[in-house]
């Protein structure tokens, strides 16, 4: 679809008096499938690009002052809730984090893959989240069920606590299903997300599951045996989690073991 892009006057800055940075084009895959006879086409917005400008505030400034209807999601602005994540440039990313002098003069934004679409660049990752987490009870299952609470919890090894630390900084974003091959043939499979949370719980030692137990819940194709091992899910993690390294550690356990 071809249009005329619509343009945020430039601004003048105190550093030169005259105009910002260079101009921006951002070319939205617009679609709100709640709207009859709304369908997927191209919306291009030209911004003047400032110093130190993100996508998220490139969107919010489109937003504001062109365009009240494009619906995107956020909630941090700091990379830690996941919420603005989308395609950018053909690659998932958070736009909170994607600075957009790092991008070319036009760059493309799409919704991520797979996630239902709310409307142009939102999409419901928390229905799909929580789905996950159900089915893998991703939740610790307390060796002791009914600890005292007035005590404190028995010591954790430092090496330990790391680990554990390093897996929990997922912020379920969904950009490694979104990139995943898998999850484009296997709408069931959990992901590198929740293959992620399963290797976590297995090395709390609070959690009384058996790496049988998690057999049953992720030793199948749409589980740890599922995986193509791509890499895409570890090279669009906005964490850098060592997510296939994970996926591999988990079925190399559970293959040795005969499970």
Same mark, same amino acid.
């Given at each position: 679809?071809?249009?005329?892009?619509?343009?945020?006057?430039?601004?003048?800055? $105190?550093? /030169?008096? #005259? @105009?910002?940075?260079?101009? =921006?084009?951002?070319?939205?895959?617009?679609?709100?499938?709640? #709207?009859?006879?709304?369908?997927?086409?191209? #919306?291009?917005? %030209?911004? %003047? %690009?400032? %110093?130190?400008?993100?996508?998220?505030?490139?969107?919010?400034?489109? *937003?504001?002052? =062109?365009? $009240?209807?494009? #619906?995107?999601? &956020?909630?941090?602005?700091?990379?830690?809730?996941?919420s603005c994540a989308m395609v950018i440039d053909g690659k998932p990313a958070l736009a909170c984090r994607t600075l957009t002098k790092n991008l070319g003069a036009e760059a493309t934004l799409a919704p991520l893959p797979f996630f239902e679409l709310i409307g142009d660049l939102s999409v419901n990752t928390g229905k799909w989240m929580r789905g996950m987490s159900e089915r893998l009870e991703g939740w610790l299952h307390m060796v002791d069920p009914r600890p005292d609470l007035t005590r404190m919890e028995q010591r954790m090894e430092p090496e330990l606590a790391d680990q554990i630390y390093e897996l929990?900084?997922?912020?379920?974003? @969904?950009?490694?299903? $979104?990139?995943? @091959?898998?999850? *484009?043939?296997? +709408?069931? &499979?959990?992901?590198?997300v929740g293959l992620n949370r399963v290797a976590r719980f297995r090395l709390d030692p609070r /959690?009384?599951?058996?790496?049988?137990?998690?057999? +049953?819940?992720?030793?199948?194709? /749409?589980g740890v045996f599922g995986c193509m091992t791509l890499l895409a899910c570890h090279d669009v993690c906005p964490k850098e989690l060592p997510l296939a390294t994970q996926i591999a550690y988990l079925r190399r356990k559970m293959m040795r073991q005969g499970l």
């Amino acid at each position: 679809m071809n249009e005329a892009p619509i343009r945020v006057v430039p601004r003048a800055t $105190a550093a /030169d008096g #005259q @105009g910002a940075g260079r101009r =921006l084009k951002l070319k939205v895959l617009r679609h709100n499938p709640h #709207q009859p006879g709304s369908v997927p086409h191209w #919306q291009t917005y %030209e911004i %003047e %690009e400032a %110093e130190g400008m993100t996508l998220f505030i490139a969107l919010t400034e489109i *937003r504001e002052k =062109l365009d $009240a209807s494009l #619906q995107f999601d &956020f909630v941090c602005r700091a990379g830690i809730c996941g919420s603005c994540a989308m395609v950018i440039d053909g690659k998932p990313a958070l736009a909170c984090r994607t600075l957009t002098k790092n991008l070319g003069a036009e760059a493309t934004l799409a919704p991520l893959p797979f996630f239902e679409l709310i409307g142009d660049l939102s999409v419901n990752t928390g229905k799909w989240m929580r789905g996950m987490s159900e089915r893998l009870e991703g939740w610790l299952h307390m060796v002791d069920p009914r600890p005292d609470l007035t005590r404190m919890e028995q010591r954790m090894e430092p090496e330990l606590a790391d680990q554990i630390y390093e897996l929990d900084r997922c912020i379920e974003c @969904g950009c490694c299903v $979104a990139a995943c @091959g898998t999850a *484009r043939m296997r +709408e069931d &499979f959990v992901g590198a997300v929740g293959l992620n949370r399963v290797a976590r719980f297995r090395l709390d030692p609070r /959690d009384k599951r058996t790496d049988a137990d998690y057999y +049953e819940i992720v030793g199948d194709d /749409d589980g740890v045996f599922g995986c193509m091992t791509l890499l895409a899910c570890h090279d669009v993690c906005p964490k850098e989690l060592p997510l296939a390294t994970q996926i591999a550690y988990l079925r190399r356990k559970m293959m040795r073991q005969g499970l």
